[in-house]
T-cell receptor
Framework: DTAVSQTPKYLVTQMGNDKSIKCEQN?????MYWYKQDSKKFLKIMFS???????INETVPNRFSPKSPDKAHLNLHINSLELGDSAVYFC??????????????FGSGTRLTVV | DQQVKQNSPSLSVQEGRISILNCDYT??????FLWYKKYPAEGPTFLIS?????DKNEDGRFTVFLNKSAKHLSLHIVPSQPGDSAVYFC????????????FGTGTLLAVQP
């Protein structure tokens, strides 16, 4: 029974398209995150939601828009995809205020390739 | 500016020996430090953490040491096993409401049988 699940696992699309990645967690956590792992394997935070409220919004192009319909779901929509958006995107969750102690639980990632 | 650095991209160790993975940080406001392990095509999995008020935390074969004055932490794995072969990420957080984790670039550990 997967704790944090992301779909799709692989996504290949052309430049200029719009795509979404979905994330769901069944751990009862309050906080969810999106991280991007680029070609240099650097994991960088993009967004975080706590109980459907945006609490972290790093310097990310406006083409990226997160949406949290409820605290168990955090989706990532990307408009007008560019070659540089190719990366692995990880969703994660944690209990509010406890991410530093118990860490986040990550999904298995979505490998996005823009051609 | 990278606040968390892992200067060794890779490390090779013989099975049964000790693996020592190192991490340096620049932000003195970090309150928690964590280690994650990552296999290919999987998400990172949490291994062990340490709060800034401690200098050592142990969990089975894994021990994390924190040297605040040097802004340095290390993960010791004893004894190392082939199944430990993975990428290890160091991460740090200032705590608080957001609990944002800042990750290092990872060290690929290869444990040779």
């Amino acid at each position: 029974d997967t704790a944090v699940s992301q779909t799709p696992k692989y996504l290949v699309t052309q430049m200029g398209n719009d795509k979404s990645i979905k994330c769901e967690q069944n751990l009862g956590h309050d906080t969810m995150y999106w991280y991007k792992q680029d070609s240099k394997k650097f994991l960088k935070i993009m967004f975080s939601y706590n109980n459907k409220e945006l609490i972290i919004n790093e310097t990310v192009p406006n083409r990226f828009s997160p949406k949290s319909p409820d605290k168990a779901h955090l989706n990532l929509h990307i408009n007008s995809l560019e070659l540089g958006d190719s990366a692995v995107y990880f969703c994660a969750s944690s209990q509010a205020g406890q991410g530093g102690v118990y860490g986040y639980t990550f999904g298995s990632g979505t490998r996005l390739t823009v051609v | 500016d990278q606040q968390v650095k892992q200067n060794s991209p890779s490390l090779s160790v013989q099975e049964g020996r000790i693996s020592i993975l190192n991490c340096d940080y620049t932000n003195s406001m970090f309150d928690y430090f964590l280690w994650y392990k990552k296999y290919p095509a999987e998400g990172p999995t949490f291994l062990i953490s340490i709060s800034s008020i401690k200098d050592k935390n142990e969990d089975g074969r894994f021990t994390v040491f924190l040297n605040k004055s040097a802004k340095h932490l290390s993960l010791h794995i004893v004894p190392s096993q082939p199944g430990d072969s993975a990428v290890y990420f160091c991460a740090a957080s200032e705590g608080g409401a957001t609990n944002k984790l800042i990750f290092g670039t990872g060290t690929l550990l290869a444990v040779q049988p």
